[in-house]
């Protein structure tokens, strides 16, 4: 595919390129290891992975584990698959931010001895009084012109462990008037006598993000650190810390908007919530948007890529419709994925003028758009399944399937004429008869007469038993994705089991995460979590038709 324009990151990177700002190209993708990575990530994966490559640079993976109250191993496991999965190759090395807690340390105390850190015995809640507001300035604390030495000894004592969670921080000496909040003295480094998953209990002080962030991209000659809109006015902060604490080849830092998705649930803390009260089953819970979810409900890194490219690169915050990464699976399948028959909601057809016991071995196209699938053979009999919905005992006007006295196709196999049918004590109908003209057969050439319709059809004795899932959005964007309590407002039908579905035999070896288009049905994809070889178990990833247009 042709790229029409540089975005407006490309943009800047070659114009650095050019100034000889930087020689080479670095980037970063830096998650907390404090959940399952999600769609969002995806992009900010493919965008920094994409732009090293694109440059001929350096992708660095690294764990941003500088907070230790809800990192957990578990998770940096899981971030690692799922970058795998999407095609981005860190290399041979993993960074890890709290392999820099030295230096970030040294660095603090320069500051310190520059004048430009102190100890503040301030609470929580007086900094933030004392911060100010948009409108009105800040105010110094009473520990901000404490000397050096008084600084340093205290700081190294807080490091020690002699003062309890809260009693003090190290905070940047910047300016309490400034227009920025965020450069009104922040908070660098806090106390927190926790273990870390890494460096256990060697510290019981860790370094605030905005003080992490740049010295961890320094330290690793990141030229461009990409980062989320949100963090636009910290930039400042960035910047002063990678100067004050001099490091060469600064890096910079780059904001593009955060990718919006409607009608499904990001953001770590609404995932988990939902995860820990069991609503949905487990983080890759096939409605999520969780990359583990997306692989396990059968997208292809392939689709998240094409999707991430049509969403582009930008500074305006815009959502983006679910609709078009839907597009985006249907595209990719569509040529590579085998046609098969599969009946959801299955009623007996049964052919009475076909010969009994008797069943042929059809040729049928895996796909006929693309003959490099090949051909299969599906068996076909007296007994068949077809979709109860695909018989009425009194049809509405322009319905073309089957009821009493019409004629239909049988897909790949032969016309059927309705005979009549059969219903229960109850009502509901239990057979449909029919019976067949051997002249009709697909592909004889045959075409004395034409049927307005065309059904699918499994064969009764060979088909396998297996289990569908459905899906709709988790939440419908337009009642409100949280109710008035701040829960998440889920849609009652978002999942919906099928139990009692027929597959034709060519899906009995179906292997977890193969995925084939189901004729008329939608692109299905074996469950990695709970499929078996004695009891199959699909999801279906995007039906075939959407009003979406590109
Ligand atoms: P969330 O708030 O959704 O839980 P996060 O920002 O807390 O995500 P991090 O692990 O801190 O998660 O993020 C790692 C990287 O992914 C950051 O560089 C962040 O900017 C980027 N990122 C997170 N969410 C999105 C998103 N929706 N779109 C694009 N990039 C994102
Ligand atoms: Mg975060
Ligand atoms: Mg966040």
Same mark, same amino acid.
């Given at each position: 595919? =042709?790229?029409?324009?540089?975005?407006?990151?490309?943009?800047?990177?070659?114009?650095?390129?050019? =100034?000889?700002?930087?020689?080479?190209?670095?980037?970063?993708?830096?998650?907390e290891?404090?959940?399952?990575?999600?769609?969002?990530?995806?992009?900010?994966?493919?965008?920094?992975?994409?732009?090293?490559?694109?440059?001929?640079?350096?992708?660095?993976?690294?764990?941003?584990?500088?907070?230790?109250?809800?990192?957990?191993?578990? !998770?940096?496991?899981?971030?690692?698959?799922?970058?795998?999965?999407?095609?981005?190759?860190?290399?041979?090395?993993?960074?890890?931010?709290?392999?820099?807690?030295?230096k970030?340390?040294?660095?603090?105390?320069?500051?310190?001895?520059?004048? @430009?850190?102190?100890?503040?015995?301030?609470?929580?809640?007086?900094?933030?009084e004392?911060?100010?507001?948009l409108?009105?300035?800040?105010?110094?604390?009473?520990?901000?012109?404490?000397?050096?030495?008084?600084?340093?000894?205290?700081?190294?004592?807080?490091?020690?462990?002699?003062?309890?969670?809260?009693?003090?921080?190290?905070?940047?000496?910047?300016?309490?008037?400034?227009s920025?909040?965020?450069?009104?003295?922040?908070?660098?480094?806090?106390?927190?006598?926790?273990?870390?998953?890494?460096?256990?209990?060697?510290? #019981?002080?860790?370094?605030?993000?905005?003080?992490? %962030?740049?010295?961890?991209?320094?330290?690793e000659?990141?030229? %461009?650190? *990409?980062?989320?809109?949100?963090?636009?006015?910290?930039?400042?902060?960035?910047?002063?810390?990678?100067?004050?604490?001099? !490091?060469?080849?600064?890096?910079?830092?780059?904001?593009?908007?955060k990718?919006?998705?409607?009608?499904? *649930?990001?953001?770590?803390?609404?995932?988990?919530?939902?995860?820990?009260?069991g609503?949905?089953?487990?983080?890759?819970?096939?409605r999520?948007?969780?990359?583990?979810?997306?692989?396990?409900?059968?997208?292809?890194?392939?689709?998240?890529?094409?999707?991430? =490219?049509? #969403?582009?690169?930008?500074?305006?915050?815009?959502?983006?419709?679910?609709?078009?990464?839907?597009?985006?699976?249907?595209?990719?399948? @569509?040529?590579?994925?085998?046609?098969?028959?599969?009946?959801?909601?299955?009623?007996?057809?049964?052919?009475?003028?076909?010969?009994?016991?008797?069943?042929?071995?059809?040729?049928?196209?895996?796909?006929?758009?693309?003959?490099?699938?090949?051909?299969?053979k599906?068996p076909?009999?007296?007994?068949?399944?077809?979709?109860?919905?695909?018989?009425?005992?009194?049809?509405?006007?322009?319905?073309?399937?089957?009821?009493?006295?019409?004629?239909?196709?049988?897909?790949?196999?032969?016309?059927?004429?309705?005979?009549?049918?059969?219903?229960?004590?109850?009502?509901?109908?239990?057979?449909?008869?029919?019976?067949?003209?051997?002249?009709?057969?697909?592909?004889?050439?045959?075409?004395?007469?034409?049927?307005?319709?065309?059904?699918?059809?499994?064969?009764?004795?060979?088909? *396998?038993?297996?289990?569908?899932?459905?899906?709709?959005?988790?939440?419908?964007?337009?009642?409100?994705?949280?109710?008035?309590?701040?829960?998440i407002?889920l849609?009652?039908?978002?999942?919906?089991?099928?139990?009692? #579905?027929?597959?034709?035999?060519?899906?009995?070896?179906?292997?977890?995460?193969?995925?084939?288009?189901?004729?008329?049905?939608?692109y299905?994809?074996?469950?990695?979590?709970?499929?078996?070889?004695?009891?199959?178990?699909?999801n279906?990833?995007?039906?075939?038709?959407?009003?979406?247009?590109?």
């Amino acid at each position: 595919e =042709e790229k029409v324009s540089r975005h407006f990151i490309e943009q800047e990177i070659d114009k650095d390129l050019k =100034e000889g700002v930087y020689n080479e190209v670095c980037t970063r993708f830096p998650p907390e290891p404090n959940g399952y990575l999600h769609i969002g990530h995806a992009k900010s994966i493919l965008l920094n992975y994409g732009l090293a490559k694109e440059y001929n640079g350096k992708f660095h993976m690294r764990f941003d584990d500088t907070n230790p109250v809800k990192e957990k191993n578990e !998770f940096v496991e899981s971030i690692k698959s799922d970058i795998e999965w999407l095609g981005a190759d860190w290399g041979d090395q993993i960074f890890f931010a709290s392999d820099y807690f030295d230096k970030m340390y040294e660095t603090a105390v320069k500051l310190i001895k520059k004048g @430009k850190a102190y100890v503040c015995d301030l609470s929580a809640d007086q900094i933030r009084e004392y911060r100010g507001t948009l409108t009105s300035p800040g105010k110094e604390s009473p520990y901000r012109n404490r000397s050096i030495e008084e600084n340093l000894d205290l700081f190294e004592r807080m490091k020690n462990g002699e003062f309890a969670d809260g009693e003090k921080v190290l905070r940047a000496k910047i300016d309490m008037s400034a227009s920025n909040i965020n450069m009104r003295d922040p908070v660098i480094y806090r106390i927190a006598h926790l273990s870390h998953q890494r460096t256990k209990d060697k510290w #019981c002080i860790y370094p605030m993000y905005d003080f992490a %962030h740049p010295i961890e991209d320094a330290i690793e000659h990141i030229t %461009h650190s *990409i980062c989320t809109l949100e963090f636009e006015d910290h930039r400042p902060l960035y910047d002063w810390v990678v100067k004050e604490g001099e !490091f060469e080849n600064p890096p910079r830092q780059i904001e593009f908007a955060k990718l919006y998705l409607t009608n499904v *649930i990001t953001g770590k803390r609404y995932i988990k919530k939902l995860v820990e009260d069991g609503i949905v089953d487990g983080w890759d819970d096939p409605r999520l948007v969780t990359i583990s979810a997306l692989k396990r409900r059968g997208f292809t890194p392939e689709s998240i890529k094409r999707f991430v =490219e049509l #969403c582009g690169v930008s500074k305006s915050q815009s959502s983006v419709d679910y609709a078009m990464l839907e597009y985006c699976i249907r595209e990719d399948l @569509k040529l590579k994925k085998s046609r098969m028959l599969a009946v959801l909601d299955p009623i007996k057809l049964v052919i009475d003028n076909y010969p009994e016991g008797e069943y042929e071995e059809l040729d049928v196209d895996n796909n006929l758009e693309n003959p490099e699938l090949g051909k299969r053979k599906v068996p076909f009999g007296r007994e068949l399944y077809i979709e109860r919905e695909d018989f009425m005992e009194e049809p509405p006007k322009k319905y073309f399937r089957l009821f009493p006295g019409n004629e239909v196709r049988l897909m790949y196999a032969y016309f059927v004429t309705c005979t009549g049918f059969e219903k229960d004590e109850n009502g509901n109908i239990t057979v449909v008869h029919c019976t067949y003209d051997p002249e009709t057969k697909s592909g004889s050439g045959f075409n004395a007469r034409k049927v307005k319709g065309t059904i699918h059809w499994v064969p009764a004795q060979y088909a *396998i038993k297996a289990e569908v899932r459905l899906y709709e959005n988790i939440v419908d964007e337009n009642k409100g994705k949280l109710n008035e309590d701040g829960s998440i407002n889920l849609n009652p039908n978002s999942l919906t089991v099928l139990k009692d #579905c027929y597959v034709e035999p060519a899906l009995k070896d179906a292997k977890a995460y193969d995925s084939f288009q189901f004729v008329r049905k939608g692109y299905f994809c074996v469950d990695s979590k709970d499929s078996k070889e004695e009891h199959l178990v699909f999801n279906r990833i995007v039906s075939l038709k959407s009003s979406f247009k590109i």
